[in-house]
């Protein structure tokens, strides 16, 4: 199941980031440096207690604002909230209740969602008891008071966010069909895919609305087959500055490839692969989707004997982080090789939910710690014990070892290109993580 979508949205400098910011640190939420792609996110998943959600920070909101950066932050916020199950409201106690708050609010309400209203910078509930019951004003439930720079009242906020939290939809779990979410840069041809497809099949089943999504579910039959394809496009270039447009980007992807089995990224070929799109890609990446990267417009590109590979290689270096996902390049306007997806998207699917034996996955780890040494650090060797699959989609394992603080990456590393030489696993990332278990306790192999 995909994880619940919660914004924090209000007026500029309420403090927004900075509740962002502590949520996102390491004590409460998991989140992993990935190599190769740039950090500076608007995203992040956090865990509380037992359940997990992916919280998204927004730029302040002018309600009525004719400054054009102001005026993308709003509309940036309106995706948000689009897009979010929760609403996090943030208000300031120094600035006190002001009409732009109240403007924000009545933005809020139209949404129909959950909203829950934190003022921020209480630094002494007993002094300012008054003053945070002033925000009842709003009409919009609750005020909670928090302190983000100090960190206190935060829990209680984050145990009423759990308490809205959607349940899990068992219609969501039943439903098995592969579900393909189309995502990358503005103007990159997300949708003329999309509409190539049903145009060449000419079987659409039927057009569903998001329920909570900013995106339309377009379910196409293939071969006798049913595939649901994501669309995240909406977003147009218009005149806005790069880091603006990465945020619409990101707040779109996010909720698309949450949903999805497997992510289609879709590059330009008259552009190139950029940073932007190692950005998008880093999502589906973390969230171990299956991911198949298109090159589209491929057709209006000028070819000779090396463009294949000089392309790919560039995509390689770009996107280093995921290696195995497998490149095709498309042409939307033609068609050309397109229905190949299909293929790709079942291929894929197949190799996220593959289970390997605990017997012949062990004899894969014997031959390979044969073939290349464990690392050594100051005297004492990595001994590699057992290993075993735990989970599919993606597909993780556990490698006991008797001391991980020496398994280096380049050695884990060594270890997934020898499991995927010997499995596949074309298409979706591996996990392994490493678990300390004395010697005594399994044979060395």
């Not at 390491?26 to 440096?33: A, G, H, L, Y």
């Not at 909230?81 to 996090?88: H, K, N, P, R």
């Not at 949708?191 to 145009?199: E, P, V």
Request: glycine share 6%; net charge neutral.
């Amino acid at each position: 199941m995909s994880k619940p979508i919660v914004a924090i949205v209000g007026r500029p400098n309420v403090g927004k980031s900075t509740l962002f910011n502590v949520l996102a640190g390491s004590r409460i939420s998991i989140i992993q440096d990935t190599p190769g792609v740039t950090r500076d996110r608007i995203y992040a998943d956090v865990e509380w207690l037992d359940r997990s959600f992916t919280m998204i920070d927004t730029g302040g909101i002018e309600p009525d604002t004719s400054d054009i950066i102001l005026s993308q932050m709003r509309e940036q916020a309106q995706i948000a909230i689009d897009t979010a199950d929760v609403i996090l409201f943030m208000t300031d106690l120094k600035q006190g209740l002001v009409d732009a708050d109240a403007k924000v609010a009545d933005m809020l309400r139209r949404s129909h969602k959950p909203v829950l209203l934190a003022v921020n910078k209480v630094d002494s509930f007993a002094r300012d008891e008054a003053a945070v019951y002033e925000f009842y004003n709003l009409g919009i439930g609750d005020p909670y008071p928090i302190s983000a720079a100090n960190r206190t009242g935060i829990g209680d906020l984050l145990d009423e966010v759990l308490k809205r939290l959607p349940e899990k939809d068992p219609s969501e779990e039943e439903d098995t069909r592969p579900k393909v979410a189309i995502v990358g840069k503005p103007n990159v041809g997300k949708s003329s895919i999309i509409n190539r497809l049903l145009g060449e099949d000419r079987l659409i089943v039927s057009d569903i609305a998001g329920t909570t999504r900013d995106a339309v579910d377009t379910v196409v039959k293939y071969s006798g087959k049913e595939y649901v394809f994501i669309d995240t496009a909406g977003i147009r270039r218009k005149n806005r500055i790069k880091e603006d447009l990465e945020h619409y980007m990101i707040v779109r992807a996010v909720g698309a490839v949450e949903r999805a089995d497997v992510v289609i990224i879709v590059i330009d070929a008259t552009e190139g692969v950029t940073e932007q799109d190692a950005k998008i890609a880093g999502i589906a990446h973390e969230r171990g989707k299956g991911i198949i990267i298109a090159v589209n417009k491929w057709d209006a590109v000028e070819k000779d004997n090396h463009t294949v590979k000089k392309f790919t290689d560039k995509i390689r270096q770009t996107l280093s982080f995921m290696p195995y996902a497998d490149i095709i390049f498309v042409s939307a306007k033609s068609g050309q090789r397109l229905t190949r997806l299909y293929q790709m998207v079942d291929e894929v699917i197949e190799s996220a939910s593959r289970r390997v034996g605990t017997g012949v996955l062990n004899e894969i780890l014997s031959e390979a710690v044969a073939l290349q040494q464990p690392p050594m650090d100051k005297g004492k060797r990595l001994k590699c014990y057992y290993m075993t699959q735990v989970g599919i989609a993606p597909p993780t394992f556990i490698l006991f070892v008797n001391d991980k603080k020496l398994m280096h990456f380049s050695y884990e590393r060594y270890i997934e290109n020898q499991i995927r030489t010997a499995f596949g696993f074309k298409g979706t990332a591996i996990r392994i993580f490493t678990r300390e278990r004395a010697k005594k306790e399994q044979p060395e192999l």
